[in-house]
């Protein structure tokens, strides 16, 4: 059975980053966690694993709380840096609540977190997350970069390099990069593949600036899809046509900016 799917899909990536955002584990426009959502993504994801592919899932923490939330609102009461603490800590919970459901579907699975805490995780050491990838574990990596005032896409960045993952697959619930906000501006236009450059100067909504500035550094592509559409994962980690694409310039400086047809 599983050799029939590899001749069908076959893993185009060794290796990928794949970063959920905290709202993927709940009901749309709601708060909090749904095992319910989390369940249909950790089958998306053993369904990839599957075909061959290493994964580490890099997750959020925005259905509970985002450091910057805290802005200007609650005067001295906690400070910004104190916030963005709460924030990883959100992301732990939301990773505890994959890894059991991942597990419970028969996937073999390690939190790492980036933030020492004893009996609920284990610490997030590279070269123990890269045996873990090799052995065929789901590595869950909770608690961002550690370190406060950046977001968990940065930490997805970071991680694709440290981890030499092939590619970052950002997890959205719109098909992927568009001119304009499409829940807003029905003539918004789908692109299919994008540079690096063209993301930045045109101020594209895809990952926080750090992230994309570091991909585009190092020339670790990402992929923006949409996970709502079971079986995208699957299609994402296999190369098929999903989503927006955003690669580095060709090899002549060419600028890529593919509308999808
Ligand atoms: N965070 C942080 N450092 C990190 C990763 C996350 O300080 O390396 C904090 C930050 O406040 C962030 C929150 O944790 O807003 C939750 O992460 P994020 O906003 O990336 O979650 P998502 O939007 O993906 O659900």
Redo the contacts with the bound molecule.
């Keep these: 059975m599983q050799s029939e799917t590899l001749e069908k899909n076959p893993p185009v990536y060794r290796r990928v980053i794949l970063k959920l955002?905290?709202?993927s584990l709940a009901h749309s426009g709601e708060r909090g966690i749904s095992m319910d959502e989390v369940t249909a993504i950790a089958k998306q994801i053993k369904a990839a694993h599957a075909l061959g592919c290493q994964i580490a899932v890099v997750v959020?923490?925005?259905?509970i709380l985002?450091?910057?939330q805290f802005k200007g609102t609650s005067g001295e009461m906690i400070q910004e840096a104190t916030?963005?603490y709460m924030?990883?800590l959100?992301?732990v919970i939301n990773a505890l609540a994959m890894q059991d459901a991942l597990e419970n579907i028969g996937c073999a699975t390690r939190v790492m977190s980036a933030i020492k805490m004893d009996g609920v995780a284990e610490p997030f050491i590279r070269r123990r997350a890269i045996r873990h990838l090799e052995k065929g574990r789901i590595v869950i990596l909770a608690a961002?970069?550690?370190?406060?005032?950046?977001?968990?896409?940065?930490?997805a960045a970071n991680r694709g390099l440290e981890l030499d993952a092939d590619i970052v697959l950002k997890a959205t619930r719109v098909d992927g990069v568009y001119s304009d906000d499409p829940e807003k501006n029905p003539h918004a236009i789908l692109y299919r593949e994008l540079d690096y450059d063209v993301v930045i100067e045109k101020n594209l909504k895809v990952m926080d600036s750090t992230a994309i500035a570091q991909c585009r550094t190092h020339k670790l592509p990402i992929l923006v899809f949409n996970f709502k559409k079971d079986g995208n994962i699957v299609k994402a980690v296999s190369g098929q046509k999903v989503g927006t694409r955003i690669s580095p310039r060709s090899a002549s400086g060419e600028r890529i900016l593919v509308n999808a047809t």
């Design positions: 955002s905290g709202e959020g923490g925005g259905n985002r450091g910057a916030a963005h924030g990883m959100a992301t961002g970069t550690g370190a406060p005032f950046v977001t968990t896409d940065t930490c």
